[in-house]
Structures are given as C-alpha cells and as structure tokens.
C-alpha cells in the first residue's frame, strides 16, 4: 500500500492560488468520494481542511476547495495568506484500510 | 468540545511491544458512525494511518502492519488503545489518536512520542 503521490513542495505569492495534486489509483481515490486534505503546521497535529473530496468542516475558509478527476484529486488554497505555510497532506479510503499522500510542503514568498 | 489524549511510554527498546491508550472525553466512544483511529508519524516524515476500531469491536488495519498490530476499545471507560510487537528503531514515531468519520480523520489528540532505542 504505497502512500498517494504528492509533489514535494509547491509555493506561491501571497493573494496568489496554489494547487496540490494527489494521484492514485482506481482502487483508492479513483473509487471513492471519501478523500480528504490536511494542514500540519511544525510540531502541531493535523488539522481537516477538506472532506468527502469537496467539503469544508465549519471554520475552514473557502479559500480552500477540493476537487477530483480519475485517480487524481487537488486541493486549491486561493489568496494565498501568510499563515497557509504548511505542509498539507492528502487522505483516501482504500477499501479495508485509510492511506496518506507522503505530504507537500507550501511555502508562501 | 471533542478532546483526545495519547498516553503511554515515551521510550521502548526493541523487541518490546508498544501499548498506548487514547482518552476520550467531551463525547461518547460509543457514537454511531464514527470510528478511533491510531495514526503515527516518524520523525520529519509523513502520516501513517495504523488502523481503527468501532466502538462494535470491529477492526481495520493497514495491511503491512496487520501481523504486528492490535487495537482494542473499552467503552466503559471511553477508550481505546493500541499494541504495536516486536518493536525496531522503525517504529519510532509521534503517534495521533483521532476520531474518524468516512475514512476522513477529523479530531485528533496532540500526539505522543515513542521512540525505541536500545
């Protein structure tokens, strides 16, 4: 159960959009709706930001939003903001068990 | 509101087996839907999910772990717990208790360090 295949770091301007993808297979998010993101800042748990592929927990801006295409799901941070900075991983159901992506590191300029 | 806590040893030598016991409080175990979830994490690494438990006694595990890993739930005291054998330096790792709806970890405790050494 190889983790989903995340680029390791993308950054961006602050008020820019970056874009997180996260590819698998068709026997993970390729199969199901139940992907979700997360924010981790240094030394602190990790935080929901997206579930069910599309939808935020309440108190998650909508500057971030989730979609999926294939064996492939993203994740958009829109108006980048300085607090963005962290590392966001990506979450799929596979059947009998969960699996991550190995984790993008944003950096805001 | 939600709470988690993680307790158990810090330091293990290999061979050991790892026992971690995650409190909940603020909500029941025993809530319909929701599976706990043990999630770990080695140092400057990524997330691994272990496995989870419904308050049932039903059990998901990840598949590479499967043979080495045991988690229980005891509703009388709103727990549940995990037991990791035949510890290695591997193993080393902040480990998360978490609540989990649809495969989607959405509350988390703050983690606990376990570090095998000899």
């Known amino acids: 159960q190889s983790a989903l295949t995340q680029p390791r770091s993308v950054s961006g301007s602050p008020g820019q959009s970056v874009t997180i993808s996260c590819t698998g297979t068709?026997?993970?998010?390729?199969?199901?709706?139940?992907v979700s993101w997360y924010q981790q800042h240094p030394g602190k748990a990790p935080k929901l930001m997206i579930y069910?592929?599309?939808k935020r927990p309440s108190g998650v801006p909508d500057r971030f939003s989730g979609s999926k295409s294939g064996n492939t799901a993203s994740l958009t941070i829109s108006g980048l903001q300085g607090d963005d900075e962290a590392d966001y991983y990506c979450?799929?159901?596979?059947?009998?068990?969960?699996?991550f992506g190995g984790g993008t590191k944003v950096t805001v300029l | 509101q939600l709470q988690l806590q993680e307790s158990g040893p810090g330091l293990l030598k290999p061979s050991e087996t790892l026992s971690l016991t995650c409190t909940v409080s603020?909500?029941?175990?025993?809530?319909?839907?929701?599976?706990w979830a043990w999630i770990r994490q080695p140092p400057g690494k990524g997330l691994e999910w272990i496995g989870s438990?419904?308050?049932?006694?039903?059990?998901y595990y990840r598949p590479s772990l499967k043979s080495r890993v045991t988690i229980s739930v005891d509703t009388s005291k709103n727990q549940f717990s995990l037991k990791v054998s035949s510890v290695t330096a591997a193993d080393t790792a902040v480990y998360y208790c978490?609540?989990?709806?649809?495969?989607?970890?959405?509350?988390w405790g703050r983690g606990t360090l376990v570090t095998v050494s000899s």
């Open positions: 978490a609540r989990e709806l649809r495969s989607a970890p959405g509350d």
């Open positions: 603020g909500g029941s175990i025993s809530s319909d839907s929701y599976y």
């Open positions: 438990i419904y308050y049932s006694g039903t059990t």
């Open positions: 068709s026997t993970d998010v390729g199969r199901y709706i139940y």
């Open positions: 069910e592929v599309t």
């Open positions: 979450c799929s159901h596979a059947g009998t068990y969960v699996i």
